[in-house]
């Protein structure tokens, strides 16, 4: 079995809304929708396999039993490297950064996090927190934080439908109200908040910040520009390579046709559909796929192909 639908984990932080269940058919008792973790293998929540003769078990019970599924570029991790989630932002979420590997793995005993959105879908005006606005000096960010004044200091930019946003680890950062993104990310789920927009969690107090730890890690510094390379278009598609990097390469396609794609000995391949709809064909397996649908196609599974009329997130190691 080389084709795996997913079915992810819900999470209803405060902050979320119900779009994941309005447009991309996600199904849960909760009652917000902020996280669908569209491939993961994380301890708080792992994908669930929809089809075959692993149905209803999860991700990391299928890897552990043929763990050549996930491909030789993993290896050089000491566990599954990362996680896709669908976010949607009904309101702010709050100004926060994660550390790099040395510091989370000393600290957490976790990877760090560097992570990519992919904005599928905003309001008009939405706008996100991408790094500081100037230099500021480690006393400077402390005072901000403190006196609440930290959003005078960090830059915030303006999004659309498209647009892509790379967060070293170290960067502050901030998913603005009005955005739905598809993130893909280091396996890990170590954040370090410094402002919550004063709200209160669940149980009616403020939310944990995490100032120490914050200010070892944080880039005191604008955020680097980041643009995505130019789209090759053929007949049946346009494809785009959004992100590259040590733990992860994003493409996106927008197919019209038929898109023939690859899973080499290296690494298994995520597909995630953000809109139209598609037949995905491989050998004797078929799985139809619409928007939401999340696929693991397993390493070394050579040729298959999407047909169809659809936007796609391919994600490899
Ligand atoms: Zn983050």
């Known amino acids: ?66 763990p050549d599924a996930c491909g030789t570029a993993c290896s050089k991790f000491e566990y599954f490297p990362i996680l896709i989630k669908l976010i949607d932002a009904r309101d702010n979420l709050s100004v926060q950064v994660h550390p790099d590997n040395d510091y989370a793995q000393r600290v957490e005993g976790e990877y760090g996090k560097t992570e990519m959105w992919y904005i599928v879908d905003c309001e008009k005006d939405a706008e996100l927190i991408y790094g500081f606005k100037s230099e500021i000096s480690k006393q400077e960010f402390k005072d901000a934080i403190e006196n609440n004044t930290l959003l005078e200091k960090v ?58 730890k914050a200010l070892d890690v944080t880039e005191l510094k604008p955020a680097e520009n980041y643009s995505v390379s130019e789209a090759i278009e053929t007949a049946d598609k346009r494809s785009q390579l959004l992100a590259e990097c040590e ?25 995630l559909l953000i809109d139209g709809e598609a037949v995905l064909k491989c050998g004797d397996e078929k799985l139809n796929l619409k928007k939401g649908s999340s696929v693991f196609v397993a390493a070394n599974t050579g040729k298959y192909i999407i047909k169809g009329n659809c936007s796609i997130i391919i994600t490899e190691i």
């Open 155 to 212: 830059s915030r930019v303006p999004v659309k439908k498209g647009d892509v946003f790379f967060i070293n680890s170290g960067t502050l950062h901030a998913i603005g109200k009005g955005i739905l993104i598809a993130e893909i990310q280091q396996n890990s789920n170590t954040t370090y908040r410094v402002y919550d927009y004063g709200r209160v969690g669940a149980d009616g107090k403020p939310r944990e910040l995490h100032i120490q």
């Open 247 to 271: 733990y992860f390469k994003v493409v996106k396609e927008d197919i019209n046709g038929s898109s023939e794609l690859y899973a080499n000995e290296k690494s298994f391949n995520h597909i």
């Open 1 to 66: 079995m080389r084709i795996l639908e997913l079915i992810p984990p819900i999470k209803d932080y405060i902050w979320g809304g119900t779009k994941l269940r309005e447009c991309f058919g996600k199904e849960s008792k909760l009652e917000k929708l902020a996280e669908s973790w569209e491939l993961s293998c994380h301890k708080d929540g792992a994908s669930v396999i929809a089809n075959g003769e692993y149905k209803g078990r999860t991700l990391n019970e299928f890897l552990s039993e043929n």
